[in-house]
Structure formats: structure tokens, C-alpha cells
């Protein structure tokens, strides 16, 4: 008789890393937990974001939504943001970011539970002190959802982009997106399209 062949829905996963590519934590190494779907933004793809943000990082008030990792988010504070407010709905991810910016000894964030478009809804600024319009955004929903379109309409209506904002837009290659904002630069990588747009107007 042949082995029984494994259940992959009980397989074990392994807990994966991302590493900082630049700025003051530059190469470290941070963990986080398996978590199906997650998809932490990959070295290359972000290497090519923070390029493009590279002359609007420093002292920049950031939102990671649908943070995950934290891998963006990170990755801005390490490069001078001024601070990064995290959401995220599950609850093993915002333990693993809360962790990781502890080892960072990083104090100019903060991590909230919570579904990212209802927080969106309900508030308007957080605990770091932020009670206007963000400078950079990022956005990158679970795919195949219908997130990405709600969620910018959100933060529209509640003010949370203002002029001379950026969005950061991660999604799934074939979504279509219409938004009245600036696409300042867009790539694709296998089946994602990324896209940084700029707010110039509401």
C-alpha cells in the first residue's frame, strides 16, 4: 500500500522572514508568523518603491494598511519617516510587528487590530498624534477581494489623503482601478501590478 499522501491544509508551516533593504536597519532580519495569505511585498519590488519615494520619505507621517509583515512600513521608518501607523485584522501579525519594532527599538509607531476599512471609517487621526491628511500611504489588500477601490474612496471621504499625498497600490496584475488621482509611476512583477500615485487633487 502506497503512504497516505499528507493534508496540506495541516501542513506545518514554517515562520518566514523579511529582511530591511536600506536605511538606519538597513539588512536586519525580522520574522513573522505563517499566515495563509500573506505575501509580505517582495526585496525587488520594494527596493524599486522606496527608490521612487526616496525625496519624500523624511519626516513623512506613513499608513500601512493591510500591513501584514509590516514590510513597507518598516522599511519606511528605517529610511526617516517620521512615524508609521499599522493596521491589520489579524491578530498574529500584529503581534509579530509589535515584537519586531520592539527589537527595532522603535517607538514612533503604532499597531492597531482592526479591519482596515472599517478603521478607516471610524477615524480621523491616532494615538502618534496624526490628525490630518497622511504623506504616504500603502495599500496592499488581500487580492481577489474588491478591497482596493473601496478603500481609496474611503480615504478620500474621510480625509485621510490630502494634496500632495502618495498611495502606495499593491494588487492582483489584471485589477482595474479608477481613481482621480496622479499615477506617478507603475510596474509589474509575475502576477502583481504596483502603482504609486500622487494626490494632487481630491
Known sequence: MSPRAKDPKKAVLKPSQIRVIGGKWRSRKLSFPPIQGLRPTPDRVRETVFNWLQNTLVGADCLDLFAGSGALGIEALSRGANNCTFIDLAAKSCQSLRQNLTLLECKDAEVIQADAIAWIKQNTHNKLGIT??????????????????????????????????????????????????TLYREKTSGQVRYRLYKVANK
Do not use: M, R
Request: charged share 15%.
Open 132 to 181: 490630518k491628511a497622511f504623506d504616504i500611504i500603502f495599500l496592499d489588500p488581500p487580492f481577489n477581494q474588491n478591497l482596493c477601490q473601496s478603500a481609496c474612496q474611503t480615504l478620500i471621504d474621510k480625509n485621510l489623503v490630502g494634496v500632495n499625498s502618495y498611495v502606495y497600490i499593491e494588487t492582483e496584475l489584471q485589477l482595474k482601478l479608477s481613481l482621480n488621482w
